[in-house]
């Protein structure tokens, strides 16, 4: 079984993701929002070993952590390769209107669609651009959890009105690439609660 824990991280705050294996000691991290210092203690403190760290996009409230996390754990950085703008311009990436000018240079960009494994979880990357060119979430269908980032929110969506966003491409990211997932599908979001899939599909006005 596949276990997922959230820490609520930073000025926004935004949902940090850890996922590992019942009685495993390897995770992968999701969107290291900020202290990544303290992320990567307190998964320690769990007992737990970073063995990725993987982005759903690259707005400053997901990536301030994440080369603290990089440098104490030595776990790979990864991406959809569609978001090399962002990742690598602080003005596109809003962190340099926030005061702390942040740049990240993945170890691995992947494509939309590729597989791949770590700490013994099989993930799929679906790009879903819209909140940002190279948006994108993680689908593992072992366990039928999909980590959307700000594509998706429980009964909302991501705003488009920041660099490289675009209102109608997340709606049609939505509704070709998460809408055909099972209906039970749960739904991890990049700010506030989970949801599922089939609660998105029948009640969420901005995809109506």
């Known amino acids: ?43 320690c403190g769990e007992g737990l070993s970073v063995r990725a760290i993987l982005l759903t996009h690259g707005h400053f409230d997901h990536i301030w952590g994440v080369e603290e996390l990089r440098k104490l ?7 959809w390769e569609k978001e090399r ?8 990436n809003e962190s340099a209107s926030c005061g702390r000018p942040c740049t990240v ?10 597989s791949f494994t770590f700490a ?23 366990e039928g959890l999909l980590l959307s980032g700000d594509t998706l929110f429980q ?3 991501g705003r488009t009105d920041l660099p490289t966003g675009s209102m109608s491409e997340l709606v ?7 809408y055909g997932l099972p209906e039970k599908t749960r739904v991890f979001p990049g700010h506030g ?5 089939g609660t998105e599909m029948k009640f969420n006005s901005y995809l109506a």
């Open 105 to 114: 240079a993945p170890d691995r960009w992947f494509r939309d669609g590729e």
């Open 120 to 142: 013994g979880i099989g993930f799929t990357l679906l790009g879903t651009p819209g909140h940002t060119e190279g948006s994108c979430c993680y689908y593992v269908s072992e």
């Open 1 to 43: 079984m596949i276990r997922i824990g959230c820490y609520e991280v930073g000025m926004l705050p935004t949902n940090t993701y850890f996922l590992y294996r019942e009685g495993g000691t390897d995770c992968v991290v999701v969107d290291p929002a900020d202290h990544g210092g303290e992320i990567y203690a307190s998964l």
């Open 85 to 92: 703008r962002l990742l690598s311009d602080p003005q596109l």
């Open 172 to 178: 049609r990211s939505i509704r070709s690439r998460l």
């Open 73 to 79: 754990s030595g776990a790979p950085v990864c991406a």
């Open 193 to 197: 609660p989970e949801t599922d899939i």
């Open 155 to 157: 009964l909302s969506v």
